[in-house]
């Protein structure tokens, strides 16, 4: 049987997929959330919903746990808890224990690179290593955990940098379009936002490089702020607004609302927020395009400008000025994902 390819891109936030299926690429994302066993959630016929267990240890992937495991460390990709949600990723993908996988998971450009432009290679080898650990599934108390996916090989390649060859390779398996200029990304992370430049051969720029820790998760308290504050004006009352109901707006743009119709019947209704969130926003946007413009003066010597990452969407009407600029490009958030797994076939 062929070995599948399956890229990871790990982050703190979310985890992204992408993968090839029946010729064309797939993606997906789920919260990097997780508890211990002691978070046990169970199905209705009594069997474990997302339980894990690697090295010795049990884990719920699900992002309504009420003890969420603490993931933000300098070893994060080294962890059983990152190695147990890139796997909740490859099964959710549909990866069976009976596939052999060829995976690739990321490093953030800030760990994967050290302060001299060498690479961090300690750290990239314990990735790879880690994640050929097995990690098992657990149903019940009765039965075995069986494997989740037979990892044969293991690659660790740099966020932002793969973003790059998902612009640059049309599809899988293809070669590299041709670049006649440097290629700069701005990768909108959860804490981060890095400046990568690449010239025209794929080598980084490290003086046109950097990162300024700002990132989406700058937005949530203003967010919160100004979301109550308007919806209060509307004369909607808002207690506190929850995690959830955070993510929800910031991935729709709307807030989920229950209103009563005429014969007192309840019904849920999206609230149009978008302007609020382009509110909450414009600070952190405005530090970011500060730092962009001390790495890139000018952006006419690229042959493109690659906003990528969870915040390219998000916060895009923030950055209409830029998108009036030919080679200045808005991309999504699986940018570096399906980077990776185009990459990875080269």
């Known amino acids: 049987m062929k070995p599948i390819r399956r890229a990871v ?5 979310y985890h992204k997929v992408a993968w090839v299926e029946k010729g064309e690429i797939r993606t997906l994302k789920y919260p990097a959330i997780l508890g211990s066993s002691s978070e046990a959630i169970t199905d209705m016929q009594g069997g474990y919903a997302n339980m894990y267990e690697t090295n010795g ?4 992937v699900d992002e309504h746990v009420s003890q969420p495991i ?9 962890t059983d808890a990152n190695r147990v949600l890139v796997n909740h990723g490859l099964r959710e993908s549909g990866v ?6 060829i995976l690739v998971t990321s490093l953030p450009v800030r760990d994967f690179f050290n302060t001299d432009g060498s690479k961090n290679e300690d750290l990239i080898l314990g990735q790879k290593e880690s ?9 019940n108390n009765r039965d075995e955990p069986q494997q989740v996916a037979n990892v044969i090989r293991s690659d660790v390649i740099s966020e932002a940098v793969a973003a790059a060859f998902d612009f640059l390779v049309p599809n899988v398996g293809e070669g590299l379009s041709d670049v006649f200029a440097p290629i700069g990304v701005l990768d909108f992370g959860g804490s981060t936002f890095d400046v990568v430049t690449l010239t025209k ?8 490089s950097g990162t300024l820790k700002r990132g989406t998760m700058d937005i949530v308290e203003p967010l919160k702020r100004k979301l109550a504050a308007y919806l209060e004006s509307k004369g909607i009352p808002v207690g506190g607004i929850p995690e ?14 229950y209103d009563k ?3 007192g019947r309840s019904f849920q209704r999206q609230i149009p927020v978008q302007h609020i969130i382009d509110e909450a926003a414009s600070e952190t946007v405005s530090e970011i395009k500060a730092f962009v413009k001390q790495r890139i003066p000018n952006f006419s010597e690229y042959q493109a400008i690659l906003l990528v990452g969870g915040g390219s969407l998000l916060c895009r009407n923030l950055f209409k000025d830029w998108e009036q600029l030919p080679n200045f490009i808005v991309m999504d958030e699986f940018a570096n994902a399906r980077g990776m797994l185009k990459l990875s076939a080269l």
């Open 9 to 13: 891109d790990n982050g703190y936030n």
């Open 57 to 60: 240890e049990r884990f719920v």
């Open 70 to 78: 603490p993931l933000r460390t300098g070893d994060y990709g080294l």
């Open 96 to 101: 069976t224990p009976d596939q052999q996988v």
């Open 131 to 139: 994640m050929l650990k097995p990690v098992k599934m657990v149903v």
């Open 201 to 208: 051969d794929m080598r980084i720029r490290q003086a046109s």
């Open 244 to 257: 959830w109901k955070i993510n929800q707006v910031m991935a729709s743009g709307t807030y989920p609302h």
């Open 261 to 263: 119709d005429d014969q």
